[in-house]
C-alpha cells in the first residue's frame, strides 16, 4: 500500500536510505533534518510517500519510499529528491509503483515537469536505465560535479 508518510515513519525512512547503502553518516544526518523539518510542516509541498509491505512482508519496515517538492523558482516544475526500494525487495516492480504515484501526485498539482537527478557512475547504470525505461529523457549531464569521475545525470519527464 502507498500512503503519505508521517512522523512515526521517519526511524523506518532512516533505516530504507541506510539499507540503500547510497549515503554515508553526514548525508543520513542531513537526511534526517530534512524529514523533520518536512514533517514539521517547515517544507510547504514537500511531500513523502511510502510503500508498506502488508501483512505478507517478514520485515516490518517500509518497503520503499519517494521524496518529492514543488521546484520553487519555475511554474509547475517539480524534483524528485529520492526514490529508493530497500535491496530486500528490490526487482519486483515496487519502484515503478512507487514512481507511477509520485507522477499521479505531481499531476494532480498541474506539474509541467518531473526532474529527477542522479549519479552517472557505473553502479548507478540500473538507476539510470530505470528512469529511461519510465518514460523519462536523459536531459543534462553535468561532468565532475559530486566529486571527480562522478556526473550528475539529470532526467525529465514532461505531462
Not at 27 to 51: K, R, Y
Not at 96 to 112: F, G, I, M
Not at 146 to 153: F, L
Request: glycine share 8%.
Amino acid at each position: 500500500m502507498i500512503r503519505a508518510a508521517i512522523a512515526a515513519d521517519h526511524p523506518a525512512l532512516l533505516n530504507l536510505a541506510r539499507a540503500t547503502g547510497l549515503f554515508d553518516a553526514d548525508e543520513l544526518e542531513f537526511f534526517s533534518a530534512m524529514m523533520i523539518d518536512c514533517f514539521n510542516g517547515d517544507m510547504p509541498g514537500h511531500a513523502w510517500l511510502v510503500l508498506d509491505g502488508g501483512p505478507s512482508t517478514e520485515n516490518p519496515s517500509l518497503v520503499g519510499a519517494a521524496y518529492f517538492a514543488p521546484e520553487v523558482m519555475a511554474d509547475g516544475v517539480w524534483n524528485l529528491w529520492f526514490i529508493g526500494v530497500h535491496p530486500e525487495h528490490q526487482g519486483a516492480g515496487h519502484g515503478s509503483k512507487l514512481l507511477n504515484a509520485v507522477e499521479d501526485a505531481v499531476r494532480q498539482n498541474d506539474a509541467r515537469l518531473l526532474l529527477v537527478e542522479t549519479s552517472g557512475t557505473d553502479e548507478m547504470e540500473l538507476t539510470r536505465q530505470f528512469y529511461v525505461k519510465a518514460n523519462y529523457d536523459q536531459e543534462a549531464r553535468i561532468r565532475d560535479f559530486y566529486k571527480a569521475g562522478d556526473d550528475k545525470v539529470v532526467f525529465r519527464k514532461a505531462f
